[in-house]
């Protein structure tokens, strides 16, 4: 299985706007080169419709279904509608199987759980829906996803049902890289890893992150300063990421195919550690933005 996975949000115009055949040459070109993972979300616009349309292109070329890899999510289903409960969950769950014409879906996650009213009703309620579709064999495996570490860790450390799969973004970053507390007690619980957002948003690119970015000036700011240092501060960050290898999967959204092929390139040639290790040294390593006050 490839390190990478496609991430889909971009298929939605999430962060930029995809036209059709943009995402379905990147769907192509993903398993041209052994990338058979795609995740998406309900939240993502339309990305889970487009990719059901691009894969049931691709079946109809010659493609097996099984070929896919398809994870997507529950609980997040716009900007501020969050619905956890049993009955949304299974309503959830029975269009995304609709939406791909399938019998089961790879993965399910748990949607940003840090924005659940209750976070208690996760491992009360959602968990235990999900569990009942994996036992009628409608979901291979159980994941959860979300920004605040100590979220996540609170759901893994207190949930009777199994978690395969955690989605963290942002935590392993050149300028936050806190994951690193909490990465072997999550793997001793069964689950895997999955880190996206190797550039904090765009925080660590030469163009700077987009206007909407929740972080502070400052860090903002101490971002620019090193990027402007270095051209190849993106590839620097993707190397960061790639260099850990308690990571299972990096999640990439390219918006075009030189995107994707940059990561690609990044892959096959390795930067020398000494300088991947001497820019991380520039970021003072304990602060991320908060979205919530939610903490654990």
């Given at each position: 299985m490839s390190r990478f996975i496609l991430g889909c949000a971009s298929f939605?115009?999430?962060?930029?706007?995809?036209?059709?055949?943009?995402?379905?040459?990147?769907?192509?070109?993903?398993?041209?080169?052994?990338?058979?993972?795609?995740?998406?979300?309900?939240?993502y616009g339309k990305s889970q419709e487009i990719?059901?349309?691009?894969?049931?292109?691709?079946?109809?070329?010659?493609?097996?279904?099984?070929?896919?890899?398809i994870s997507t999510k529950i609980g997040r289903y716009g900007e501020n509608d969050f619905d956890f409960?049993?009955?949304?969950?299974?309503?959830?769950?029975?269009?995304s199987l609709k939406v791909f014409d399938r019998k089961y879906l790879d993965i399910v996650f748990c949607h940003d759980i840090e924005f659940a009213p209750n976070l208690d009703d996760i491992f009360q309620i959602t968990l235990p829906t999900l569990h009942q579709l994996k036992l009628e064999?409608?979901?291979?495996?159980?994941?959860?996803?979300?920004?605040?570490?100590?979220?996540?860790?609170?759901?893994?450390?207190?949930?009777?049902?199994?978690?395969?799969?955690v989605l963290t973004y942002c935590s392993y970053t050149l300028n936050y890289s806190q994951l690193d507390n909490y990465i072997d007690k999550w793997k001793q619980k069964g689950c895997q890893i999955i880190h996206g957002?190797?550039?904090?948003?765009?925080?660590?690119?030469?163009?700077?992150?987009p206007s909407w970015h929740p972080a502070d000036e400052k860090t903002k700011?101490?971002?620019q300063q090193i990027a402007k240092k270095y051209d190849n501060i993106t590839e620097i960050a993707y190397n960061y990421?790639?260099?850990?290898?308690?990571?299972?999967?990096?999640?990439?959204?390219?918006?075009?195919?030189?995107?994707f092929y940059e990561y690609l390139t990044?892959?096959?040639?390795?930067?020398?550690?000494?300088?991947?290790?001497?820019?991380?040294?520039?970021?003072?390593?304990?602060?991320?933005?908060?979205?919530?006050?939610?903490e654990i």
């Open positions: 939605g115009n999430v962060y930029s706007e995809l036209d059709f055949q943009t995402c379905l040459q990147l769907v192509r070109h993903a398993l041209a080169n052994h990338i058979n993972h795609f995740d998406t979300s309900p939240f990719l059901g349309k691009i894969i049931s292109q691709l079946v109809r070329e010659g493609f097996e279904p099984a070929q896919f890899i409960s049993y009955s949304k969950c299974l309503e959830s769950v029975s269009k064999g409608k979901i291979k495996k159980i994941g959860i996803s979300g920004l605040p570490l100590s979220v996540l860790d609170y759901i893994i450390t207190k949930s009777q049902i199994q978690i395969d799969v957002g190797v550039t904090a948003l765009g925080l660590l690119t030469k163009q700077g992150p700011n101490l971002c990421v790639d260099n850990n290898s308690k990571i299972d999967h990096i999640m990439i959204g390219p918006s075009n195919l030189k995107e990044w892959q096959e040639l390795k930067l020398d550690p000494t300088l991947v290790d001497k820019v991380k040294k520039l970021f003072v390593d304990n602060y991320i933005w908060q979205e919530t006050n939610v």
